[in-house]
T-cell receptor, first 114, second 114 residues
Framework: GDSVTQMEGPVTLSEEAFLTINCTYT??????LFWYVQYPGEGLQLLLK?????DKGSNKGFEATYRKETTSFHLEKGSVQVSDSAVYFC?????????????FGQGTILTVHP | GAGVSQSPSNKVTEKGKDVELRCDPI?????LYWYRQSLGQGLEFLIY????????KSGLPSDRFSAERTGGSVSTLTIQRTQQEDSAVYLC????????????FGSGTRLTVV
C-alpha cells in the first residue's frame, strides 16, 4: 500500500538556521503531496501542496518540490523562526487519487531556539 | 461555515461511558473524513463519508466505534463503552476541490478516558 516516510525527529535549530525535513513516499500513480503543520495545542493546517511532478509548493517561506524520480517531497526553509516550532507532517491521498484518505508520515517535531 | 468546526474541544469521560463527538463541516463539501491522533500511533484514518454514505470504514478500530452523517452535513462519531486506549485527539476533515484543492481539518476533540 501507499506509505510516507519522514526523517526522524526531533529537530532542534537556532533561529535563522536552514531547515530540511525529508519526506519520501511509495504510491500508486502520481498522487498530490501535502505538508501539514500542527502548532502546539492546535489542529492540522495545510502548509503547502504540489499536485504534479516538478511542481513546487510554497508558503510562509517554506518550499517543497515534487520529485517523481526520487519519490520525494522534502520541506525546506532558508531561515527558521521561533514561531516555526511545530510538528510537520508529510501526506498523500491513497490509491493514486486526488480525494482518497490521507496517509501521513509519522511527523517531525521542530523546535527553534532564539 | 468558514471552517470545519468540532465539538466539544475537550472531553473527559469515565471508562465504560459512551461519548459522541461532533463535526460540523464546511457547507457544501460532500467528502468528510475522521482521523485519530494518539501518542505513539501518529495520525490514523478512521472513516470516510461521501454525502451520507460511508464507503470506507476500514479504520474504525472496533465495533465500539460508529459514525453517521445526516443531511450531507454534520457527522457524529460515537464511541461506546470507552476504554483508556481510546484517549486521543479526534480530527475531522473536509476535502476542497477545484482551485483550492486540499483537505481542511478541524481543531479536533481531545478525548481523555479516566
Amino acid at each position: 500500500g501507499d506509505s510516507v516516510t519522514q526523517m526522524e525527529g526531533p529537530v532542534t535549530l537556532s533561529e535563522e538556521a536552514f531547515l530540511t525535513i525529508n519526506c519520501t513516499y511509495t504510491a500508486t500513480g502520481y498522487p498530490s503531496l501535502f505538508w501539514y503543520v500542527q502548532y502546539p495545542g492546535e489542529g492540522l493546517q495545510l502548509l503547502l501542496k504540489a499536485t504534479k511532478a516538478d511542481d513546487k509548493g510554497s508558503n510562509k517561506g517554506f518550499e517543497a518540490t515534487y520529485r517523481k524520480e526520487t519519490t520525494s517531497f522534502h520541506l525546506e526553509k532558508g531561515s527558521v523562526q521561533v514561531s516555526d516550532s511545530a510538528v510537520y507532517f508529510c501526506a498523500l491521498p491513497e490509491g493514486g487519487t486526488s480525494y482518497g484518505k490521507l496517509t501521513f508520515g509519522q511527523g517531525t517535531i521542530l523546535t527553534v531556539h532564539p | 461555515g468558514a471552517g470545519v468546526s468540532q465539538s466539544p474541544s475537550n472531553k473527559v469521560t469515565e471508562k465504560g461511558k459512551d461519548v459522541e463527538l461532533r463535526c460540523d463541516p464546511i457547507s457544501g463539501h460532500t467528502a468528510l473524513y475522521w482521523y485519530r491522533q494518539s501518542l505513539g500511533q501518529g495520525l490514523e484514518f478512521l472513516i470516510y463519508f461521501q454525502g451520507n454514505s460511508a464507503p470506507d470504514k476500514s479504520g474504525l478500530p472496533s465495533d465500539r466505534f460508529s459514525a453517521e452523517r445526516t443531511g450531507g452535513s454534520v457527522s457524529t462519531l460515537t464511541i461506546q463503552r470507552t476504554q483508556q486506549e481510546d484517549s486521543a485527539v479526534y480530527l475531522c476533515a473536509n476535502l476542497w476541490t477545484g482551485s483550492n484543492y486540499g483537505y481542511t481539518f478541524g481543531s479536533g476533540t481531545r478525548l481523555t478516558v479516566v
